[in-house]
């Protein structure tokens, strides 16, 4: 299917059913993939994968249980990046999909076949990769939502090879009849090509936005994928690149250009949640003069001391605690709201592990944090802050997320020059059963802002009762905006005209 030599990640994916593609079953906890780097290897050659390779979730294939099983091969073709400092790294080149190697327009796969598998009965199954992913269809823009999209020179330069920024903007009732300017609403997150806050497909919040007596303001997504994930936590990183300097320096500036939007720190609001909790929280920290405030809802660790179970600053070990000299207790990972467990760290990191080496698992949350607050390694790829084999914690990996991302950390040594700029701005959500823990590096967060002093500020912190990932607060999104529309109305400059607030 491609002339020339192919580097890249071939996966055997085995699903009960068909009702969809077995690619299409992949997840945390979902169909058994077993899969094996290769690296040059010429067209019509075979890729053979057998017991020998990690599997998830069932990470030994001897331990399939024999049946029937519709068995699914694809590839994940790799690209050559040769960074800006001097590493050259072969990774997975986003196709505006958001690092999905399942769905990545240009990679290949096999037609289903449904076979007997039984792993105590040798012999060799075979898998003629013979179709293409096609490319992505981006939805047509229309008087509501429109999209843009542009190659960031920065990172262009950092990677070595084209490197794309865009948005998904949202327009109030209106816009196109109007000559005002509008607060912004900056929404952080995963890589999506959908309209904010689902405004195609909710009609309960399309209502709402399209309502006369609703403040008028301007909604917006962005798209940021890194050739390690999704999305890029959108801020500096030796193993990412200069995706902050891009934020503020490309793809604000581009937004702002294209759009009537008020250039003023009081009308512009982050959100977000889960990863975009945590980046709509960094970029109010990180930028203070730049932003009026942020909503954050369940934000990845705020502090390393509980990342997913893991207190990188204490455990020895990722994947176990160490009870006692002869007991060890694994990690969890996730869990229900009741508290069940969802899956441990081990089970955890060697998912990602499968999904790919080297952190290029694409939506491995592990391999980006690793790659967003960690090192560059010798050979180019991240440094990890543990062996995702054995969960051993590299101290001094730690120690630089400690000193450069530990956003608890940040606030207690900056706190003198940047309370000042953060009274009033701190909006953060959780559920108190979070399903990844998240909760409970929130909770230290919030302790130590009781402690603060000149000025003493203590956040505006919302827990919900029972509720998992991601809590939003009461009233959910509808709430929020108009929280943050009143927000606006009352840190506005004197003698500030608000047409927006109702047109």
């Not at 945390?28 to 780097?37: L, Y």
């Not at 193993?239 to 294209?258: Q, V």
């Not at 600053?313 to 000299?325: C, I, L, Q, R, S």
């Not at 390694?377 to 995702?388: E, I, L, N, Q």
């Amino acid at each position: 299917m491609r002339p020339g030599a192919t580097t890249g990640r071939a996966y055997i994916i085995l699903a009960r059913s068909n009702i969809r593609e077995p690619r299409l079953q992949i997840g945390r906890v979902g169909a058994p993939m077993f899969a094996r780097d290769f690296t040059a290897l010429p067209a019509g050659r075979p890729i053979t994968i057998d017991g020998t390779d990690l599997g998830t979730p069932v990470a030994d294939m001897a331990d399939l249980p024999a049946g029937d099983y519709w068995v699914q091969a694809v590839i994940n073709i790799y690209s050559e990046f040769k960074r800006a400092d001097g590493h050259t790294v072969w990774m997975h080149d986003d196709q505006w999909e958001g690092q999905r190697w399942n769905v990545s327009p240009g990679n290949l796969y096999s037609t289903p076949q449904q076979l007997r598998i039984d792993p105590r009965t040798p012999g060799t199954i075979r898998l003629r990769v013979d179709s293409v992913i096609p490319p992505i269809v981006v939805p047509p823009d229309d008087e509501h939502v429109q999209r843009f999209k542009f190659q960031s020179p920065s990172l262009t330069k950092f990677w070595g090879r084209p490197i794309y920024l865009g948005a998904t903007v949202l327009l109030p009732k209106g816009y196109a009849t109007s000559t005002i300017r509008y607060p912004v609403n900056h929404i952080q997150g995963h890589f999506s090509l959908a309209a904010p806050y689902a405004f195609d497909r909710d009609t309960t919040f399309r209502r709402w936005w399209l309502a006369d007596d609703t403040p008028r303001m301007i909604a917006v997504t962005f798209q940021h994928p890194t050739p390690y994930f999704d999305d890029s936590y959108a801020v500096n990183s030796v193993n990412n690149g200069p995706y902050g300097d891009a934020f503020m320096n490309e793809l604000i500036p581009e937004l702002e250009k294209r759009y009537r939007i008020i250039r003023e720190p009081w009308a512009r609001w982050l959100s977000g949640g889960s990863t975009g909790g945590w980046e709509s929280l960094a970029h109010m920290v990180y930028y203070p003069d730049f932003y009026g405030g942020t909503w954050s809802y369940c934000p990845d660790p705020v502090t390393f001391t509980d990342v997913e179970g893991m207190n990188l600053y204490k455990d020895a070990n990722g994947f176990y605690k160490d009870v006692t000299e002869f007991h060890r207790t694994p990690t969890i990972n996730s869990r229900e709201v009741n508290g069940e467990v969802r899956q441990t760290a081990q089970q955890r990191a060697w998912m990602e592990l499968v999904n790919g080496t080297k952190g290029r698992s694409g939506t491995g949350q592990l391999d980006i944090w690793s790659a967003t607050f960690g090192p560059v390694g010798s050979d180019g790829y991240f440094k990890p802050v543990f062996d995702p084999r054995t969960g051993t914690i590299d101290r001094t990996v730690a120690e630089y997320w400690r000193t450069n991302y530990d956003l608890l950390e940040h606030l207690k040594r900056n706190w003198p020059t940047l309370g000042p700029k953060l009274v009033d701005k701190l909006h953060i959500y959780m559920g108190d059963m979070d399903n990844f823990h998240l909760d409970r590096a929130t909770r230290e967060l919030e302790a130590w802002m009781k402690t603060t002093a000149n000025p003493h500020y203590e956040g505006y912190f919302v827990w919900g009762d029972q509720r998992g990932h991601c809590y939003s607060g009461p009233g959910g999104n509808i709430a929020r905006l108009m929280d943050m529309a009143e927000h606006g109305l009352r840190h506005k400059p004197a003698g500030t005209t608000t047409p927006w607030w109702r047109n």
